[in-house]
């Protein structure tokens, strides 16, 4: 593949992306608009369809994606053992350093990544490894924010119930109704763009003040230790191709705009989670077209 193809399709991948949350930012910007009844929307209805519909595909076996699986899960926890390390060395809270390396943004930015670069085949690898890391963030996450949370309550989780289900009707081969099928997949198909949306209003209302230190160092530390560690665990994995990639692809993610919400209802020291999350997706614009440029 020559170097202007190369480009063309890195842009092709990126602009979509962009578009949709540069639209949010402008609205958000100019209305101030309240988005979280949508975000509660989306992760009540929308992206547990697009869960269920991703797992509940004919052509989806849980057995062909358990190296992303683990490589996912051993780049979070890597994430976080290494983030636990530096936190003192740069006088960052711990918690605040390990929740935003450990969990990154794999729902609003990873998945719309995975459909534009690998299309509809390589979703159900994205969605597998977002359902790690929401396991890990509703589970350990919130543990370590709040050692008396009720973390196993995430079983009730709208995502975790439409995971299970969609295992479900895989494992045991069942076959939906088609309109039934159609229904739950147009839902789904809600969910990316309102997450792009979602994703430009938060920035556009967040702020960096007196935390743009700690916003830069959390910026920095997320995507290099993911691309390190999602390297080396593709090494040990055997991981090729288009496997290999996602997994990198998913290590360069900047941190979830949920850990912001997840630091404030603690009182975590929301305002530097608030600043590592917004200089990490905003410095996503660069990390991540140079990854895909490696990678594809």
Not at 67 to 89: E, K, Q, Y
Not at 165 to 181: D, E
Not at 215 to 228: D, E, H, K, S, V
Not at 264 to 286: C, D, F, K, M, S
Request: glycine share 10%; net charge positive; charged share 10%.
């Amino acid at each position: 593949m020559n170097e202007p193809v190369t480009l063309l399709r890195i842009f092709s991948i990126v602009f979509p992306i962009l578009a949709i949350a540069l639209v949010g930012w402008a609205y958000g910007k100019r209305r101030g608009v309240e988005m979280g009844g949508a975000n509660q929307l989306n992760m009540a209805i929308f992206i547990p369809a697009l869960v269920f519909s991703a797992l509940a595909d004919k052509s989806f076996t849980l057995a062909g994606h358990w190296n992303l699986a683990l490589g996912a899960f051993l780049m979070a926890v890597g994430s976080g053992i290494i983030g636990h390390m530096l936190a003192p060395r740069l006088g960052i809270a711990p918690k605040v350093l390990v929740i935003t390396m450990m969990f990154n943004n794999c729902g609003n930015l990873g998945l719309p990544l995975a459909l534009l670069a690998f299309g509809p085949e390589g979703l159900p690898g994205a969605v597998v490894m977002f359902l790690v890391i929401n396991f890990l963030q509703f589970s350990f996450g919130i543990w370590l924010l709040d050692h008396h949370a009720r973390w196993w309550s995430f079983w009730r989780s709208p995502v975790i119930l439409a995971a299970v289900a969609g295992l479900a009707v895989s494992i045991f081969g069942f076959s939906l109704w088609p309109p039934l099928q159609l229904a739950i997949k147009m839902l789904g198909d809600v969910s990316i763009p309102l997450a792009l949306f979602a994703l430009g209003v938060r920035i556009a209302q967040s702020h960096v003040n007196h935390d743009l230190r700690v916003g830069i160092i959390g910026a920095l530390a997320r995507p290099a230790a993911g691309i390190l560690l999602s390297w080396l665990l593709a090494l040990l994995l055997g991981l090729q191709g288009q496997e290999k990639a996602m997994l990198i692809i998913f290590g360069a993610l900047p941190p979830a705009v949920i850990n912001y919400i997840f630091a404030e209802r603690y009182q975590q020291a929301p305002h530097e989670v608030a600043a590592i999350v917004l200089v990490g997706n905003i410095a996503a614009i660069l990390v991540v077209p140079l990854v895909l440029a490696v990678v594809l």
